[in-house]
């Protein structure tokens, strides 16, 4: 469990996170979602003690992570697949870790195993690609058994097999009664694996709800239609509709009535239809939508199109 | 894929609490595990002795001549000449040992492990400063030892039984250690590489030409108590009319290691990484 109570980080007269409330439950894997610049590195270090709160409080099973006796069994975080030094070996890497809190080389041996590491655990790990780096970081994040784990964009880097494997890990991690909090920019990814969401956008939240309620709550529910004559159609649903607009291809895209209504009203007045499709946000749409206002760096919308 | 949950048998899942000891041990594997680490000390070694028995191969072709020379004459801080290159080696290493968790990003690893974070600070004092006696106290005795013997061509060898003989080769190790720790504190205060290393070089070099340009009377007085001249002391016999005693001297360069490594511990303890 972590709960995140007002917390505020402040650097210069940047607010990277600003007034933060939510808790990360047991037994679901969490998404943390946020454009880039949102501050969910910045809010993944100051849950494990790394920055300090600027204001507000964070607590992990109850208590500053900084408290804990025992922090590799309550925290294991990937925050950042670099985070290990060229000149050493993956085994030895993770030796040091352990060491620092008396677990032996046998769960050393055992992480490696089960990240997939076996065959280069004694090359040095600046010969690693960004994959190999992040498993290294993930069996990093396993190796204290922890209560939560914490992981900064586990999936970059990843192929399709690891990404698959990151997706039964965090699955299974959850399962087990585990805290999974992962941050991702990845928005299929997220929606295949997370249950619940917490969405943030320059540095303040915006959503803290289930996958299910964030994608219904988004306003791009809409219906796709295609009919012999799109202009007698149109003008027909406009006065019923939110909105009317035709698609590139030609049909038309109506938000504000359902695929019921639309087929009624075409019936009615002898329209044939083509195609009449209900279409849901998906995650990626909904989370644009909800943070649309909160990207900090937007490319210029005048960008040329693609044909 | 599964995950094994089972923790290790050699840790039961309630005594996986951090403690200075087992972080000493971390640190310990840390240094022994960087090849690069592991060649620099063994350079500085083969710096001691090849610098030492080199330097007195020099003397005993130019023996010294007039009274002042003889008197002067020191023929154990001959041997041991090659400290002055092996304290660069070992101080860079120092800085390095931190510094370079710092570039990598490994420091966000060690401090999430360690969030006490001082730990992790004495954990790499304690172990280097070990590995560096291990390995300098052999290599001093042993530049020591070939130095006499090369001089001994020329009847200009000591032994070590003459008075602050062993003091001074035993010295020459703790001074090397010190600056180890010295290096060591200024990586953890700077952070970065660069300027941990040109602090380091300043401190020993720098204040003994500033010191120059100030009247005799003024830099008599200083001399002694500069990190450099202050340290060395200790691995003289013959001493230097403007250096402090050999133990005071080395206390004092104790002391301005103790300080740099103190303010590293609080900024290390007060600052994001």
């Not at chain 2, 028995?53 to 002042?68: E, H, K, M, N, S």
Request: charged share 15%; proline share 5%; glycine share 10%.
């Amino acid at each position: 469990m972590i709960e995140a109570r007002g917390l505020t980080k402040r650097y210069g007269a940047k607010l990277a996170v600003d007034d933060l409330s939510f808790t990360v439950r047991p037994g679901v894997v969490t998404g943390f979602l946020g454009p880039n610049g949102a501050g969910k590195s910045t809010t993944m270090r100051m849950i494990l003690g790394l920055d300090a709160p600027t204001r507000g409080s964070v607590t992990v099973n109850g208590k500053p992570y900084r408290q804990h006796p025992a922090p590799l069994r309550e925290v294991g975080a990937l925050l950042d697949a670099r985070s290990v030094h060229p000149g050493r070996s993956a085994h030895h890497h993770l030796l040091a870790i352990a060491q620092t809190c008396g677990i032996g080389r046998s769960r050393v041996d055992e992480v490696i195993d089960a990240v997939g590491l076996r065959e280069v655990a004694r090359r040095r790990a600046g010969g690693f690609s960004l994959g190999m780096g992040q498993r290294l970081g993930i069996a990093v994040a396993l190796l204290g058994d922890p209560h939560t784990v914490i992981l900064d964009e586990p999936v970059n880097g990843l192929d399709t097999e690891g990404i698959r494997w990151m997706r039964s890990l965090l699955r299974d991690l959850a399962a087990e009664g585990r805290t999974v909090f992962v941050s991702s920019h990845l928005m299929s990814e997220m929606a295949l694996t997370a249950e619940h969401l917490i969405v943030i956008g320059r540095g303040r939240l915006i959503a803290d709800t289930g996958m299910r309620e964030f994608i219904a709550g988004a306003a791009r529910d809409d219906v796709r239609v295609r009919s012999t004559d799109q202009d007698a159609l149109a003008a027909l649903l406009r006065p019923r509709a939110a909105e009317v607009s035709p698609d590139r291809d030609g049909a038309l895209t109506v938000s504000g009535l359902t695929t019921d209504q639309v087929g009624r009203a075409a019936a009615a007045a002898g329209i044939t239809l083509l195609e009449l499709t209900a279409r849901q946000a998906s995650l990626e749409e909904a989370f644009i939508d909800m943070t649309s206002d909160a990207v900090e760096f937007r490319a210029p919308t005048t960008a040329p199109a693609k044909g | 894929m599964t995950v094994p949950t089972a923790p290790a048998p050699t840790a039961s899942r309630d005594d996986q609490r951090v403690t200075q000891a087992r972080v000493i041990r971390s640190e310990w594997t840390k240094l022994r595990t960087l090849p690069s680490s592991a060649w620099s000390l063994v350079v500085a070694a083969v710096l001691i002795v090849g610098i030492g028995a080199l330097y007195a191969g020099v003397r005993v072709t130019r023996p010294p001549q007039d009274p002042a020379a003889i008197a002067s004459f020191d023929p154990t801080a001959i041997s041991l000449s090659g400290i002055s290159l092996a304290q660069l080696a070992i101080g860079v290493l120092g800085a390095l040992l931190i510094t370079g968790e710092y570039a990598t990003g490994t420091i966000r690893t060690s401090f999430a492990a360690v969030p006490a974070r001082l730990p992790v600070l004495w954990g790499k004092a304690i172990g280097y400063a070990l590995a560096v006696l291990a390995l300098c106290v052999p290599a001093s005795f042993a530049a020591f030892l070939v130095g006499q013997s090369i001089l001994s061509s020329g009847d200009l060898d000591t032994t070590l039984g003459q008075p602050g003989v062993a003091r001074a080769v035993l010295g020459a190790a703790l001074y090397l250690a010190a600056v180890g720790l010295l290096g060591l504190g200024l990586g953890a205060l700077l952070r970065g590489t660069a300027a941990a290393v040109g602090a380091l070089f300043g401190l020993l070099f720098a204040p003994q030409i500033l010191v120059g340009f100030l009247p005799s009377t003024w830099s008599d007085q200083l001399y002694g108590y500069l990190p450099a001249p202050a340290g060395i002391a200790v691995t003289n016999v013959r001493q230097d009319p403007v250096a402090l005693a050999p133990w005071t001297g080395f206390g004092v360069f104790c002391l301005y290691t103790a300080i740099l490594l103190a303010l590293a511990a609080w900024r290390m303890r007060h600052r994001d990484t």
